[in-house]
Nanobody
Framework: QVQVVESGGGLVQDGGFLRLSCAAS????????VGWYRQAPDKQRELVAR???????DYADSVKGRFTISRANAWKTVYLQMNSLNPDDTAVYYC?????????WGQGTQVTVSS
């Protein structure tokens, strides 16, 4: 199993920034990709950014140029640097780990951007 814990959410003003962290433990040797997803009230969960083991990175069109995903210590920590935040970015942000033994989600961290 993989334990996934997100942190770094909070309240920020329009135009501000936050850095989210995803800490993974357990069977991290089996991780093939880590993604950040978000879910706003009354909306479906959507992919924000994903980084794969081969180094490929994908971003949602709505965050390109503003958000940056990166990892440290192999898969132990994956960051999401979020700049130029706007109220449309308000959501619960979830970290997802894809592994050879299954998929694992964290509990989420709330990001609220005030106008």
């Amino acid at each position: 199993q993989v334990q996934v814990v997100e942190s770094g959410g909070g309240l920020v003003q329009d135009g501000g920034f936050l850095r989210l962290s995803c800490a993974a433990s357990g069977y991290i040797g089996g991780i093939s990709a880590v993604g950040w997803y978000r879910q706003a009230p009354d909306k479906q969960r959507e992919l924000v950014a994903r980084i794969s083991g081969n180094g490929s990175i994908d971003y949602a069109d709505s965050v390109k140029g503003r958000f940056t995903i990166s990892r440290a210590n192999a898969w132990k920590t994956v960051y999401l640097q979020m700049n130029s935040l706007n109220p449309d970015d308000t959501a619960v942000y979830y970290c997802h780990c894809a592994t050879t033994r299954g998929n694992y989600w964290g509990q989420g961290t709330q990001v609220t951007v005030s106008s």
